[in-house]
């Protein structure tokens, strides 16, 4: 169980949650099938040793095909506590990647540190930005 299961969202907000955990991962396996994509760079990927960890970065608008293709691989990926988060949290965790928790607002430090134990163990740690406070895809402070 993740650290905000335990907070009492009401009965539709539970209903959407565990029907997401339910059908989101066996969604994203079927689509990420049917779709045909390309990964370019692909010999910049799987370098990886696996002695020094790795921070990926991935648009949180475009994380569908990428939570299919590098399903099963331990990726360890930091989610917000929020209600989504929790959605997000249950599906991707079927798809084998590791969570960790907190968002600038809630748990953020104690996520970031999670996280950062994971790198020095040699990890994959994956980042979502939003970019939501600008119109192009490009990296904002904050």
Not at 80 to 85: I, N, V
Request: glycine share 12%; with cysteine.
């Amino acid at each position: 169980m993740t650290a905000s299961s335990n907070k009492d969202y009401g009965f539709k907000k539970t209903a959407i949650m565990w029907t997401a955990q339910l059908v989101g991962p066996m969604l994203i396996r079927l689509v990420g099938f049917l779709c045909r994509y390309r990964v370019e760079g692909v010999q910049y990927l799987y370098r990886w040793s696996g002695d020094v960890g790795q921070i990926w970065a991935v648009w949180h608008g475009r994380m569908f095909l990428p939570a299919y293709h590098f399903r099963g691989r331990g990726f360890v990926s930091l989610v917000s506590r929020s209600w989504d988060g929790e959605v997000i949290t249950r599906v991707v965790k079927r798809l084998g990647y590791v969570i960790r928790r907190g968002s600038p607002r809630e748990g953020g430090k104690e996520g970031f540190n999670e996280m950062l134990n994971d790198l020095y163990q040699g990890k994959i740690v994956s980042i979502f930005p939003t970019g939501l406070r600008v119109r192009c895809i490009r990296f904002i402070t904050g």
